[in-house]
């Protein structure tokens, strides 16, 4: 059991895990702090700005990405200045002018009160929040897409746009996007997935398709399993 | 060479090192810093040496490749020792003279010396030239005495003698002690104290300590590192080894960008040496401090001079930085303690030692002690590379240093602290220039940049400017700086077509704001600067663009016309020789005209009339 440490946040006393960020002590008190590229099997990233939270440290009051900053002993935290609503805000309205119509950001937007973005919009859909990256490389381990170029031309790529070399297929980054903008389709055994075309293995005892050939072969890998075993029966015949 | 084992050693190899040159015999310092280079210097080098050989005249004349000097404006140029004097503008045509009459028979020409502007007097020597009179140069002057490949010119003028004292006379915390007491701060653009961060350094938990040297400079206009690795690597070599002994570490970097070739050459060069004479590697100065370092070079991306994108650059990943809101000095590269100062905090460590930090704390200002470099650069007189007492007016520099605007226009506002700093206009120009001075003002002293502008610049188009180039280097990881500094951009150039409104204006406050507020890293925390300091005191152009729909500056196409003012044309047809569309047209010596429909409102007319006849409106 790691050490506690006990902070304050929107005045209420909480007790978290030293180590652990000030997101992770909300969630766990129940205190709700929005957020875009925040997720609890990732690694903390800090990108959409959306958790932003005002603290205090003694005099000194600063904005900080509650999903990075650590917790510490006497840390006042709160979820919802108008420093904080500002800047929420402004990144509502900046993923609006890439992404207009998402219902997870329309319902962001209405709970921040903003009624649209004042920007120009050029509808790119993706709001950049690395999720899907950061799923593939810390969750599945096989780091297939990447982010490519910089600034305002970044986004998630293949690498050099080809059919990825290094994807099994898992769907994991399309399961993950908050806004769902990666492609995913399946079709007679097929899966498409970043513009390639994957095969799936069906199922001996029960002749349903189970998962594409390059995933099965990546859990033999990892599980010292052969691809027989992992095609003897599935979940709906097992 | 044989490796320096002792202080003793080290005064020997100095004696020795002084002793080859002869004081009386006459010296030509070359400036060969990237400036004067492009001037074509290398060729008048390689002219007057190959002349040297062909008169036989090797052991009456030195000729010395320096760094850079500072006054970029007067290039090609160079001094010639022992009387110093300055000569400038030098012309492939100028050397036979400068060998027979400067060099051999000690006579001034004329030609070559610097006309003040002011007072129409020719001057002879460097130091009474006013671009370098009010200067305090305690660390770029060196650039100018000694060859920066050669480590004996180094040691001729007292090189690693500071080194030498703090390992042998000092502890390591006495080292950080002295650096406290000196109150140096960091002159990479954040201005902490560097002292403190030595300590915390040498205080924290983990092997190996880092030290690195940030020669990442990025900002346009800016290039007093760049002339410092160029010009006298070994100082900034000298203070490396003097803080990683203070610090406790064994292994440095020194990050520097890849389009400085010749830095990197210089600074790999002095690497080299330092070696050999056992300044650096095992066992330095025969004590049991050990400390070597490596060179980075940097894909030249502007983030990367932030410190962690930096780490993660030197680490082989893309440079984006992360914020985990612990500090390098905990936690930096490959998460050890690392300290991160830049080229010229580093230059600075050996004149602290040498000279105590009693003498260092006694220049400056209170809270900003020792003197800055700043890179005059913008619509000033002078142009080049400056180095004042912190304290110093904006005043003095521009006017006194810099020799003012030129062509007798109007000082407008001077921008420093870089793309993300702040344009400060006539009425704060005897603020003295110190970290916290400038940061009151909503500009910053960022690594030294100064941008002077005059009437002819739209204040609106410069926020613009800046702008861009932060859109174009922002790295793209948090949604403030990635899309917020490309809108705010979108909304000043709609603001410059005549289309803004004036809730554009509170807009941009607010956004400015929430960005700051909200970014990742200092990059996008800082960008908004531009725009928010030409709002505060300029606020008015960007009025009268919304308004009247009128550029006052008459820089902003959309909202110009450029006419011929039949009073003062002269009808010389420059305009019509220049205009590149044929819309200004007229015979020789009657009034020229321009046709609207051709014109594409390059102002080049505008530029190049003599009589300022050509008028914006």
Not at chain 2, 61 to 73: A, L, M, Q, W
Not at chain 2, 232 to 246: R, T
Not at chain 2, 561 to 587: F, K, L, N, W
Request: proline letters at 5%; hydrophobic letters at 35%.
């Amino acid at each position: 059991m790691s050490e506690m440490v006990t902070l304050k946040i929107n005045g209420r006393q909480v007790q978290a895990p030293a180590g652990s960020t000030v997101i992770e002590a909300a969630r766990d008190a129940n205190i709700h702090i929005p957020n875009l590229c925040s997720n609890p099997e990732l690694e903390p990233y800090g990108a959409c700005r959306m958790c932003m939270v005002e603290i205090s440290h003694g005099k000194r009051t600063r904005l900080v990405a509650s999903c990075i900053y650590e917790v510490s002993e006497g840390l006042e935290v709160k979820t919802d200045t108008q420093r904080v609503n500002n800047v929420r805000r402004l990144v509502i309205e900046l993923m609006l002018s890439r992404n207009p119509k998402h219902p997870r950001l329309l319902e962001l937007a209405a709970q921040h009160g903003v009624e649209g973005t004042r920007f120009e919009i050029d509808v790119r859909g993706c709001i950049l929040c690395g999720q899907c990256v950061r799923t593939c490389r810390e969750v599945v381990g096989v780091s297939a897409i990447g982010f490519e170029s910089r600034g305002t031309q970044r986004r998630v790529a293949t690498p050099f746009n080809e059919s990825p070399a290094e994807c099994i297929a898992c769907g994991s980054c399309a399961y993950i996007c908050p806004v769902d903008v990666i492609p995913l389709k399946e079709k007679d055994g097929v899966r498409t997935i970043w513009k390639t075309d994957f095969p799936m293995l069906q199922c001996r005892s029960c002749g349903r398709t189970i998962a594409p050939k390059r995933q099965l072969e990546h859990f033999a890998k990892i599980t010292g399993q052969s691809l027989d075993d992992l095609t003897k029966s599935c979940v709906h015949c097992r | 060479m044989k490796k320096i084992k002792s202080p003793a050693d080290l005064t020997k190899l100095q004696e020795a090192a002084k002793q080859r040159f002869d004081p009386e015999k006459p010296c030509i310092a070359f400036c060969t810093g990237t400036g004067c280079l492009a001037y074509g210097t290398q060729k008048l080098v390689d002219t007057l040496k190959d002349e040297i050989v062909k008169r036989n005249l090797g052991d009456r004349v030195y000729i010395r490749n320096t760094g850079c000097h500072g006054f970029c404006e007067r290039g090609p140029m160079a001094v010639i020792y022992p009387q110093k004097i300055f000569y400038q503008k030098i012309k492939l045509e100028d050397v036979p003279d400068i060998i027979e009459k400067t060099a051999l028979k000690g006579e001034v020409i004329d030609r070559l010396l610097y006309k003040d502007p002011v007072t129409k007097t020719k001057i002879v020597k460097e130091d009474e030239v006013p671009f370098y009179k009010k200067q305090m140069r305690l660390v770029f002057g060196m650039n100018g005495l000694i060859e920066p490949t050669s480590i004996e010119d180094y040691l001729a003028i007292g090189g690693y003698g500071a080194l030498a004292k703090a390992l042998h006379q000092m502890q390591p915390q006495q080292v950080v002690d002295e650096v406290i007491a000196a109150k140096l701060r960091g002159r990479g653009g954040g201005g902490f104290p560097t002292g403190w961060k030595w300590d915390a350094t040498r205080k924290a938990q983990g092997e190996p300590k880092y030290i690195i040297c940030n020669a990442d400079e990025g900002d346009p206009g800016a290039y007093m590192d760049r002339s410092l690795l160029e010009g006298n690597p070994h100082s900034v070599l000298e203070g490396m080894v003097i803080g990683a002994y203070a610090i406790g570490s064994t292994h440095g970097y020194i990050y520097v960008r890849n389009e400085y070739p010749l830095a990197v050459k210089n600074i790999t060069l002095a690497i080299e040496k330092a070696r050999e004479l056992g300044l650096l590697g095992d066992n330095i100065m025969g004590t049991d401090f050990s400390f070597d370092l490596l060179i980075n070079r940097g894909g030249g991306a502007f983030v990367c001079g932030e410190s962690s994108a930096l780490f993660a650059s030197i680490e082989g990943r893309s440079g984006e930085p992360r914020a985990k809101y612990v500090h390098a000095t905990d936690r930096g590269l490959y998460n050890k303690p690392t300290t991160l100062n830049n080229v010229e905090t580093w230059a600075n460590v050996p004149l602290i030692i040498n000279n105590g930090s009693a003498w260092y704390a006694g220049i400056g200002t209170e809270k900003s002690k020792g003197t800055k470099i700043f890179s005059l650069v913008g619509k000033i007189n002078n142009t080049g590379l400056v180095e004042v007492p912190m304290g110093i007016t904006l005043r003095e520099i521009i006017y006194e240093i810099g020799g003012g605007i030129p062509k007798g226009r109007k000082f407008k506002a001077v921008q420093t602290g870089g793309p993300s700093g702040g344009c400060i206009p006539e009425e704060h120009l005897d603020m003295p220039v110190d970290f916290d001075a400038l940061t009151d003002l909503g500009s910053m002293m960022g690594s030294g940049g100064m941008i002077v502008m005059d009437e002819r610049n739209c204040m609106v188009d410069v926020a613009k400017y800046f702008l861009s180039f932060l859109e174009g280097e922002s790295c793209g990881k948090c949604t403030p700086c990635r899309e917020g500094v490309l809108q705010m951009r979108k909304i000043l150039d709609r603001i410059c077509e005549g289309k803004g409104a004036m809730e554009d204006l509170d807009t941009l406050e607010w956004m400015g704001q929430a960005i700051a507020d909200g970014s990742l890293c200092a990059l996008g925390g800082s960008a908004p600067n531009p725009v928010l300091t030409t709002l505060r005191y300029f606020r008015d152009e960007y009025e009268a663009h919304i308004k009247d729909k009128r550029c006052p500056a008459g820089v902003c196409k959309a909202l110009i016309t450029y006419s011929i003012d039949p009073e003062t044309c002269t009808g010389c047809h420059v305009c019509a020789r220049i205009c590149p569309t044929q819309a200004a047209t007229g015979e020789k010596k009657e009034l020229h005209t321009i046709n609207q429909e051709l014109c594409i409102k390059c102002g080049a007319c505008y530029e190049s009339c003599k009589f300022d006849a050509v008028k914006v409106s």
